[in-house]
């Protein structure tokens, strides 16, 4: 069974650009959740998605939006890009709904931004 | 939200030895699980364990939820051990929060 699979692996983009990461869950896993992860602020909770509909979201400006396909495939879009957004961008997914549930995480996608 | 510490931050251990992390956290919780981030930035799910005990070869966890803690037990340290170790809590309706981590250095 294929892992979480996280595009692209690493990302270069300059400030005030956009960017969107893609990552498709483990076969048969309906929950989607992203994180950001900095030396500065450690592992923080972005947004989780289940069954297309966003059920919660941390505490990140507007900039950081995320949606889910029918296929349980998840972007996340960062607009206009600052230097502070540099950082190890993390997926997992689990089975159901994720109270109950172990979370299986990608191998991220590292952004830099100039 | 729901506070996580992990404690010790860092720890240097000699090929073989034993070793014991802990998380406590601030609320009750009804996920807990623990995790490995190698050097590469992969992390691994290591244990899901919101109550009880759990061996996994070497490694075992312990959670005593009505006391807010976990122990995160490694024994027989391999060099392959070298990481860091995150524990993650989460309850009902809410987000997973997650601790700061141990930094493991397992030397030969």
């Known amino acids: 069974k294929a892992g979480v699979t996280q595009t692209p692996r690493y990302l270069i983009k300059t400030r005030g650009q956009q960017v969107t990461l893609s990552c498709s869950p483990i076969?048969?896993?309906?929950?989607v959740s992203w994180y950001q992860q900095t030396p500065g602020q450690g592992l923080q909770f972005l947004f989780e998605y289940f069954s297309e509909t966003q059920r919660n979201k941390g505490n990140f400006p507007g900039r950081f939006s995320g949606r889910q396909f029918s296929n349980s495939r998840s972007e996340m879009n960062v607009s206009t890009l600052e230097l502070g957004d540099s950082a190890l961008y993390l997926c997992a997914s689990s089975l159901g709904r994720s109270e109950n549930s172990p979370l299986h995480f990608g191998n991220g996608t590292r952004l830099t931004v100039t | 939200g729901i506070q996580v510490e992990q404690s010790p931050p860092d720890l240097i251990l000699q090929e073989g030895a034993n070793s014991t992390l802990r998380c406590n956290f601030s609320?009750?919780?009804?996920?807990l699980q623990w995790f490995h981030q190698n050097p590469w930035g992969q992390l691994i799910n290591l244990f899901y364990i919101p109550s009880g005990t759990k061996q996994n070869g070497r490694l075992s966890a312990t959670t005593v939820a009505t006391e807010r803690y976990s122990l995160l037990y490694i024994s027989s340290s391999q060099t392959t051990d070298s990481g860091v170790y995150f524990c993650?809590?989460?309850?009902?309706?809410?987000?997973?929060?997650f601790g700061t981590g141990t930094s493991l250095t397992v030397i030969p």
């Open positions: 076969s048969g896993h309906r929950s």
């Open positions: 609320d009750s919780v009804n996920n």
């Open positions: 993650a809590v989460k309850n009902t309706g809410n987000q997973f929060y």
